[in-house]
């Protein structure tokens, strides 16, 4: 403590010494002579339990100056008394009075806030009336206030009594007992504890360090400089002599300036590294782009730091890795509280003990990070103190801008606050949300906490508030919130706020699940209040005694007021500047708010009773927010004022809107979709400044418009009864994007659609009406997606190979689309192009093999066309991905695709007509041909699939299935080359799957961006499977048996570096569509140890048949040794195991019941590869 307040404390302590002595002299001197006093002189002995009586303002010094006080009192062994020491279950004001009473000396410590508290003033009015009754000595001290405010009530004192004389309009006199008693104690002789004062020493203290700071860089022991700036020969020194200077902890840009000056004046090349806690601090000083904000640690390194601390040199077990997750998330990445927190856990014996900890921890924050944070708080100045406490109670998590509102409306200054506690690193904004590291709010809470229940500035717990409501004490609460679901689990039926006169700020949550609450007994809050937010208020009206005329904001959603009774005429809402009773579904008429001239923001949606707006809605100049939607029977609506920005009328039930709404230029959010009886819109010229999206989306009723928002980018317009675009919307330039699904009505477009320059997307699909694609008369050079599928299109103009940037044509059930130009083929752009669904689309035009445009198209889709024969060029081309020919009547498809070197995926099924398929290319992962009964004849592929073997290798492809299931006629040899096939097939991606886990290690030696080696077990995830009729495994499997199990003897050097894994196959009769086939591989080893790993394959197209009479082959290869059950048996296991026994089973999902009949298991090495590859050429 500073020298002014140790010699204040020595001088208390002094005067109390001297008068507890004088005392004990008069009352013995009062004893020895009472027998010859007169009998009307009554001098009652003195019985007194404490010596002195502090009275203080808790939240200002409680941690300060009274604290010293207090012990420097009681180790002079001079019985104090301070407001925590009354006995547990006293009464707590007549204990507080008796207390008084029965000191001798009264200590009155008077500080900024000491007249906002009615407790300090009723206790300021009995000290001195014991002073006036029985001498009682009284002591003032000023504390960072001046004597004179107090005395006349000026400055933060005079701002308290004007709150005060509000709140006790009723009882003036009391206000005036503590305007006397403040005047009469500032009048009698006391100290002045000054905080200017302090700053001196401060000063003195700076003096010092820079004296220190410049005689170090210098080498001078000795340099003494007293003066504020630095001397010009100390600079002249300063600007040849190269320094590191690092300022730790700078709280004023003074600092700044006194220690180190200007940074030029340094020898160049000189570093000063300044740390802050305040980021607008630096930002007065130095340049902004060399201010670094130093972030918390990553995940992995805060991990490493905890570990550190909280296991010292012992070795961490798998148990404990994912408590210390925990805890890390906890603290997210500051090292101090890591330091702290890994410190606390270093005792922890058991998981059971470190969960009591971290619980412990979050209910009762270790005192050294509190101290440690509370630094930047203590910094703040009183308006940023007061809302980082409202944040810390209440706004975590909420809006920016809400909370910046409900700030304001409480009187603080919202925006800048803000700001400064983002600077000071103690809030930050994500995604418009203020955030609030939790050991910063509990912080925040517990510095409230430090006051008793009832002295407490704010309440955020349905206990406290249970608590404070029913002792009837709580005039210091400024704001509550909670949970009145809680509190209905305590029984409390009265809600007297009315006590609570400087409360300002209430809001009431509850539980959306349960009933409305019904308050039985009374409900009255005070006129202070500015702030009230309470869903499901259980009133239709606010309290009749209860004068709004400070309020400013008013939430009651989910309520059942009905509108009218929510307030009474005497109830006048001047101040209000937002209401909301959003869901208040018996609300049927919008309770008086002609006289709410202020108001800026009304939320009305989804009251569904509401049947009408006033007209006097229009006088509301400053309304800037007004939302309806969901307002379901609201009919009309008045005209809107001029200064409306935020308009929301979706889901109403409106015919037509205001004429004059079409003119308000300051709208810029404007919302009527799914007014499903909106007929017109105003025929004015359009001046909304509304941007990006305009959706008429849900219209049914709107036939017609004329104009929209020039700066419209999206027009969805899905829905409506349109039968055509205005020629208008040609002059909405900014167009984007145009949704017209669904409109039912729409025949055409206008042509001059083509000239909206920046039109990238149109939508026409399910237009069923819409029959005559525009002519494109000149190239379109931005509309990137077209889609007009289930229109009534029958033929597309040949001008449509205009459109050069189209990206993606969708046709598809398009059922009259007949004729499709040749033109199509120069849409070098298309990557995209769907057909499928064309039922009467039967031909194709003809296209060469060296087809110079569709250079770009990546997926084709003809299923469920009448096409016959598909064109050469069209499947082989270099950049097709994606093939679809799902029930096309094709009978066969062109050798040249073989040529499509890209192509991955090619389906087939139920090609009814199809009777043969041609050697395919080499990298086709995905092959669908279950249900082509004609299907007799399949090329051999393994020429290409030999020769592509490398560049299989690195094409990084995971999954390959060939379904051939429901081909009743496949012959032998068609048969045989599938079966063949797939030995190649697995063998190929086995290798593939152990070059990717080389090559994964690999990297993760040196690189770790690659994402797709480092994923997990990805390698786990290889699969090829092959399906066909049959009723053979086939014979490259060389251990076989019949039924649904196998068991092999393994050779003793069977699990090599060059073992690839099990190859598996399965013959099924009756075959379901759907089935999951299990299977469970049974080690045992010659040590006698054994171990099981289960797996399960299952895809209702992979493994499904549309014959449950069939006889189905299942070949399938997947690296089990890759999954998570397999990675824990070690490897050592492996090497010792003599036998493995397979069972497979099935699991049905049909009345059909599935019996693996065969099974077989092929060992795959990799020097096999090289026998297979040599004997397929």
Not at 270 to 298: C, F, M, N, P
Not at 770 to 788: A, K
């Amino acid at each position: 403590m500073e020298f002014l307040g140790c010699f204040l404390v020595f001088i208390i302590i002094i005067m109390t010494l001297f008068y507890m002595g004088f005392r004990s002299f008069t009352s013995s001197s009062s004893s020895s002579t009472s027998s010859v006093a007169p009998a009307d002189i009554d001098i009652p002995p003195l019985q007194e339990k404490y010596d002195v009586f502090i009275s203080f303002r808790g939240k200002d010094t409680r941690r300060t100056f009274t604290s010293h006080l207090y012990h420097a009192l009681c180790g002079k062994k001079i019985e104090t008394y301070i407001d925590y020491r009354l006995v547990r279950g006293d009464e707590i004001v007549p204990a507080l009075l008796e207390a008084i009473k029965r000191s001798a000396i009264s200590v009155i410590i008077f500080s900024e806030n000491y007249a906002s508290s009615t407790w300090c003033l009723d206790e300021l009015v009995h000290i001195l009336e014991c002073k006036q009754k029985s001498g009682q000595l009284v002591i003032p001290i000023f504390y960072d206030i001046s004597p004179s405010n107090v005395r006349k009530q000026q400055g933060s004192y005079a701002l308290a009594f004007r709150h005060l004389e509000k709140c006790f309009r009723d009882s003036i006199d009391k206000v005036h007992k503590w305007r006397a008693a403040l005047t009469e104690a500032a009048s009698l002789s006391g100290f002045d504890y000054s905080e200017k004062k302090r700053k001196s020493e401060q000063t003195d203290g700076l003096n010092q360090l820079r004296n220190k700071l410049l005689g170090e860089i210098l080498k001078e022991k000795d340099l003494n400089i007293d003066t504020p700036s630095i001397p010009p020969i100390t600079r002249y020194r300063l600007s040849s002599t190269k320094a590191l200077i690092v300022l730790d902890d700078v709280n004023a840009p003074s600092q700044l300036e006194f220690l180190v000056g200007h940074h030029d004046q340094f020898c160049q090349g000189s570093r000063i590294i300044i740390t802050a806690r305040d980021k607008g601090l630096l930002e007065q000083k130095v340049d902004h782009d060399k201010i670094y904000k130093v972030e918390g640690l990553s995940s992995e390194e805060a991990l490493q730091l905890f570990h550190s601390h909280a296991f010292r040199n012992k070795s961490l077990t798998t148990d404990y890795t994912e408590l210390s997750r925990k805890v890390v998330d906890y603290i997210e990445g500051i090292p101090l509280a890591l330091k702290v927190m890994g410190s606390l856990f270093l005792g922890c014996k058991s998981k059971q003990e470190w969960e009591d900890q971290l619980n412990k921890l979050k209910r009762f924050p270790s005192e050294e990070i509190k101290k440690a944070l509370r630094v930047s708080y203590d910094g703040l100045e009183e308006n940023e103190k007061e809302i980082f406490l409202d944040i810390a109670c209440f706004h975590k998590g909420y809006s920016r801008n809400y909370v910046k509102e409900s700030l304001d409306g409480c009187g603080f200054c919202g925006e800048v606050g803000i700001k400064v506690l983002i600077d000071r690193s103690l809030i930050s904004i994500s995604k418009g949300r203020i955030e609030m590291h939790d050991l910063v709010q509990e912080m925040g809470r517990a510095i409230v906490c430090e006051q008793r229940i009832e002295e407490r500035s704010r309440l955020f717990t349905a206990r406290d508030v249970y608590q404070v409501l029913n002792n009837q004490r709580a005039a210091t609460v400024q704001a509550i919130s909670f949970d009145w679901s809680e509190i209905e689990k305590l029984n409390l039926n009265d809600a007297d706020f009315k006590k609570m006169y400087q409360l300002r700020w209430l809001r009431v949550g509850y539980s959306w699940f349960l009933e409305h609450h019904i308050l039985i007994g009374s409900l009255d809050l005070p006129n202070y209040l500015s702030y009230l937010n309470w869903e499901r208020y259980p009133l239709q009206s606010l309290p009749s005694k209860f004068s709004p005329v400070n309020l400013v904001e008013l939430r009651l959603p989910y309520s059942q007021v009905t509108g009218s009774q929510l307030w009474n005429e005497e109830q006048k809402l001047i101040n209000l500047k937002v209401i909301s009773l959003r869901f208040c579904e018996y609300l049927t008429e919008v309770p008086n708010l002609s006289r709410s001239l202020k108001i800026v923001h009304i939320d009305l949606r989804g009251c569904v009773s509401l049947v009408e707006i006033p007209s006097y809605f229009q006088t509301l100049h400053k309304l800037t927010y007004l939302e309806l939607g969901g307002c379901t029977n609201l009919k009309n609506l008045p005209e809107i004022p001029c200064n409306v920005e935020f308009l929301d009328l979706s889901k109403t039930a409106i015919k037509e809107l205001p004429s004059t709404v079409w003119s308000h230029k300051k709208i810029t959010y404007f919302d009527i979709t799914n007014c499903k009886f909106l007929e017109r819109l105003p025929s004015r010229s359009c001046k909304l400044n509304v941007s990006g999206t305009f959706s008429l989306e849900g219209c049914a009723s709107l036939c017609e418009f004329s104009e929209l928002p020039k700066n419209t980018t999206v027009l969805d317009l899905r829905g409506t009864t349109i039968k055509e675009l205005p020629s208008s919307i040609e002059f909405v330039s900014s167009l984007t994007t145009i949704k017209l699904e669904a409109c039912k009505s729409l025949v055409s477009l206008p042509t001059n659609i083509w000239r909206l320059k920046s039109l990238e997307s149109l939508d026409l699909s399910r237009c069923s009406k819409f029959q005559y694609f525009p002519e494109v008369s000149e190239p379109v050079e931005h509309l990137e997606f077209l889609n007009l599928s289930g229109t009534a299109v029958k033929e597309l103009p040949p001008s449509i190979g205009n459109l050069v940037a189209l990206r993606k044509l969708d046709l598809h059930v398009c059922k009259n689309l007949e004729v499709v130009p040749n033109s199509i083929y120069n849409l070098s752009n298309l990557k995209t192009l769907r057909f499928d669904g064309c039922s009467e689309l039967k031909k194709l035009p003809p296209v060469s093999v060296d087809l110079v445009g569709l250079l770009s198209l990546e997926a084709l889709n003809l299923s469920y066309c009448s096409i016959e024969e598909i064109p050469d060029g069209l499947v082989c081309l270099t950049s097709l991905q994606e093939l679809n020919l799902n029930k096309a009547k094709i009978k066969s498809i062109p050798v040249s695709i073989k040529q499509a070197a890209e192509l991955s995926c090619l389906f087939l099924s139920d090609c009814k007509n199809l009777e043969s398929l041609p050697e395919l290319p080499p990298l086709l992962q995905h092959l669908e041909a279950g249900g082509c009964t004609s299907l007799k004849t399949v090329s051999s592929s393994s020429t290409a699939l030999t020769q592509c073997w490398d560049d299989y290798i690195f094409s990084r492809r995971l999954h390959e299935k060939h379904i051939f299931s429901s081909c009743p006629n496949l012959d032998q040899n068609a048969r045989s080359n599938i079966m063949a096939d797939a030995q190649l097939r697995i063998m190929r991606m086995a290798i593939a799957s152990s070059k990717f886990k080389e090559e994964k290690i690999e990297r993760a030696s040196y690189d770790s961006d690659d994402e797709f080696f480092m994923q997990e077990s990805f390698c786990g995830r290889c699969l090829v499977a092959i399906k066909c009729p049959g009723y053979d495994i086939p014979n490259w499997f060389s251990h076989q048996s019949e039924g649904s199990s196998i068991k092999i003897q393994l050779p003793p050097d069977w699990f090599s570096t060059d073992f690839l894994g099990f190859s598996l196959s399965l013959v099924v009769a009756y075959a379901p569509l759907y089935m999951k086939i299990r299977w469970k591989y049974s080690f045992k080893a010659s040590n006698g140890e054994s171990h099981e790993i289960k797996k399960n394959l299952y895809n209702p197209y992979l493994f499904g048949s549309s014959f449950q009479d069939s006889h189905e082959v299942f070949v399938w290869w997947y690296n089990v040794f890759e999954v998570a059950e397999a990675a824990q048996i070690p490897t050592a296991f492996y090497k010792l195991v003599t036998e493995v026994y397979i069972d497979f089973s099935i699991d049905k999902y049909s009345t059909y019941r599935p019996i693996p009949e065969k099974c077989g298991v092929c060992l795959l090495y990799g020097e096999d590869a090289k026998i297979i590859k040599q004997r397929a050429l």
